[in-house]
Each structure stands twice: as structure tokens, then as C-alpha cells.
């Protein structure tokens, strides 16, 4: 089976079976096993982003520029505001607070880094990272003097991109979106429509880095290029396999396995024979760039606005082990890809706990105990939500 599938229509697909996929034969298609789902709690606003802390509390960044500090992952966990400057956040777009990262360290550092959109005087600067102190009564947190990484491009706050993830050997990876900036994904010199992957104290490139070895700064941070917009970021459990979902323009919503170096072929300034941002272009354009990796899976002819990802992983989760979660946004449903070892897919479920019941949904973690952890994004009563195997 070819390892890029579109599926179209999938709301129909997943009843009524698959279409066929791109150069081969879709996945296979079948009722997802029956799921748990608890509110634990409904006091949040756009809530973009989850780290649980070694000591069981949770912290939540949301979108309009507030942190949340919950007192467990459980139903009926108290939410604390935790105070800290986040005067220099720009909410805008899709833009504001976004991604957010525990340090490894954090028990004996109290280190927690973010991924904001960054204004001066209401006036977009870019996107950067930015590293945290929380206080030891978990109220307040202060912010390091200067930057992790800073330059990443913003512009209205469309396609911020800025999802967070730590790679097996410690190294962080960051999602980029291209800003809507038609030369961005292509251009090697620039951070935007890229994975990066860094230095998690220094913010440097981190060892082994495809491009190490070039005479541009930016260049040496770059893990891939040719994104739209990356959303999601996920390590396979027992293994060295990155995922990544970013969204697509009017079709072809992606998740795609990282490969060091490789371009994914989203280009909408044509090799930069246009200035315009041509959306009408390819998500992964093989005929300009034939390297170009192919998704392991596309939405098709229409898109869910997919979102965050993560691996449900433990014996607790019965035959749904292994299965790759992924939250969408315009969709407002729970998307579960299972995987071959290869990282192709092989069949696609949209559990009915989650269809359109919790709208749109936001962040997925795994959580200490095996459970996966969701945020919805509507902008009033958002949630945390548990997700257990029923």
C-alpha cells in the first residue's frame, strides 16, 4: 500500500468504508472501540497547550495570554491563574500564548518554556520562545531576561505554527508556521514553515543537525522544511519516529513522518515566480521538488483543521495501543490513525464520544498515567478533558 492516503469525505468513510487512496488502496475503516471521557474541569479559554508536572499538578497556556495552573488531572482539580508578564503577547488571529513545554529538570529547576506571538507597542515583532520560573507556591512564574529563540516570522497571526515537542535524546523540536508568507517553507535562510530542532537551555542547534555545517545561523536550526502550518508534533513510543500534522489551505490536511534534511514540498511562492500567496498550489509539490516526502496521510478534497497529536500508549488501551490520537479544529472530532511499523497507515476511526461533542478540539498529551489529555478551543467554558478506554 502506497504510504500517502487520501481520505475524502471522511465523515462518510467512516461508516459507510474508503474511497480509494492516493496511487493504492485506502485504509480499512472500522467502529472505534468505545472511550471515557470526563471533564476535568471547564474553566478554561482556548486552552492550547498541557505539561504535567512531577508532582501531579497540570499547567494549561491558553491563547489570550494566561496560564493555568490545575491542582491534578482528575474531575473537579482546582484551576489557579498563575501570574506572570504576559503583557508582550500579541492575541491576534490564530495568534497569542501557544505552545508550552515542562524541562525535564523541572523538579529541581521549576523550568517551563512557551511559544508566543510577540508585540511592541500593538505592533507584531515575531514569534519566539520564551523560558519560565515557576514560583515554588505555583502562583507566579517569572521570565528569563532573554529570549530562547526569537525571529520566527508573524504577520497577522495567521499560521503561527509554535506546537512543542521533546525528541528522544533531549533535543526540542519546534513546529513553525510560514506566517502566510509565500516564500517561508522554501527559504533555508528563514524559520518559518519549518521544524526546528534546538538546544533546550541555550537555544542553539542542537548536535547533529541536518544543516550543521552552513555559514547562515538559521539555517543551522532547521530539522525540516516545505510545512504550511505544523500543529502537532509526536514521538513514537519505543523509537526514534516523528510525526508531525499540519493544516492544509482548502484541502489535504497532512500528517507526516520527519525525515532529517527533507523537504515537504509546500510552496505557494512557485520557486518565487509569484509574490502573491498561491494557495492553489500542492500541499507536498512533487513535479518542482520531486524529493518532496509524500504524507502518510492527507484529508483529500476537503480539510478537519487538524491539530495536535500524540500516541496512546499503554496495556490499559487494549488494541487501540500504539494508535496515533489527533485532535481537529474545524472538524471538532478525535481522529485515531493506526500505524504500521514503517509509520504508514492503516485504517482511520473518529470515536463518537468525540464527534462533535466537545467542539473544537485543541491539544492531546499523554499523560503520566496513561491517559490521553484534550483541550477544546471554543472560547467560552473551554475544558480539560480525560480520555480513558472504556
Known amino acids: 500500500m502506497n504510504s500517502r492516503v487520501a481520505i475524502i469525505g471522511l465523515s462518510v468513510l467512516l461508516t459507510a468504508g474508503c474511497a480509494g487512496g492516493v496511487g493504492g488502496s485506502a485504509p480499512s475503516t472500522s467502529p472505534s472501540p468505545s472511550l471515557a471521557v470526563e471533564v476535568v474541569t471547564d474553566k478554561l479559554t482556548h486552552g492550547w497547550e498541557i505539561g504535567f508536572l512531577p508532582d501531579g499538578q497540570v499547567l494549561v497556556s491558553q491563547r489570550p495570554g494566561r496560564l493555568a495552573l490545575l491542582s491534578g488531572s482528575r474531575p473537579g482539580a482546582s484551576v489557579t491563574e498563575v501570574r506572570a508578564d504576559f503583557t508582550d503577547v500579541l492575541v491576534r488571529g490564530e495568534g497569542g500564548l501557544m505552545g508550552l513545554v515542562v524541562h525535564p529538570d523541572f ?37 528569563s531576561p532573554n529570549p530562547l529563540l526569537a525571529g520566527l516570522p508573524v504577520s497577522s497571526g495567521r499560521h503561527s505554527g509554535c506546537r512543542l515537542q521533546l525528541a528522544p535524546d533531549g533535543a526540542l523540536l519546534v513546529g513553525t508556521g510560514d506566517a502566510a508568507q509565500a516564500a517561508a517553507a522554501q527559504d533555508r535562510h528563514g524559520l518559518g514553515g519549518k521544524v526546528l530542532r534546538i538546544d533546550l537551555n541555550t537555544g542553539a542547534p542542537a548536535p547533529g543537525n541536518p544543516f550543521a555545517t552552513s555559514g547562515d545561523a538559521r539555517e543551522r536550526l532547521i530539522h525540516t522544511l516545505g510545512h504550511r502550518n505544523v500543529q502537532g508534533l509526536a514521538v513514537r513510543p519505543g523509537g526514534d519516529q516523528v510525526f508531525a500534522a499540519e493544516h492544509g489551505p482548502t484541502r489535504d490536511d497532512e ?135 472504556r
Open 107 to 143: 523538579a529541581t529547576s521549576r523550568k517551563f518554556t512557551t511559544c508566543q506571538t510577540y508585540q511592541q507597542d500593538d505592533r507584531p515583532i515575531d514569534v519566539r520562545l520564551v523560558t519560565w520560573t515557576l514560583a515554588a507556591d505555583g502562583r507566579s512564574a517569572t521570565k
Open 255 to 389: 500528517v507526516n513522518l520527519l525525515k532529517a534534511g527533507a523537504n515537504y514540498g509546500w510552496d505557494p511562492a512557485q520557486g518565487g515566480t509569484v509574490t502573491s500567496y498561491d494557495e492553489s498550489v500542492p500541499m507536498t509539490d512533487t513535479e518542482r521538488f520531486p524529493d518532496a516526502v509524500p504524507a502518510v496521510w492527507s484529508s483529500g478534497s476537503s480539510t478537519e483543521a487538524v491539530c495536535a497529536v500524540d500516541f496512546l500508549s499503554g496495556a490499559n488501551w487494549g488494541e487501540l495501543d500504539g494508535t496515533l490520537a489527533m485532535t481537529t479544529l474545524k472538524g471538532s472530532k478525535l481522529l485515531l490513525l493506526s500505524l504500521d511499523e514503517t509509520g504508514a497507515v492503516k485504517s482511520v476511526s473518529a470515536p463518537r464520544e468525540l464527534d462533535d461533542t466537545h467542539g473544537r478540539l485543541r491539544a492531546a498529551r499523554r499523560g503520566p498515567d496513561g491517559a490521553l489529555y484534550v483541550t477544546t478551543s471554543n472560547g467560552t467554558g473551554d475544558k480539560l478533558l480525560r480520555i480513558t478506554r
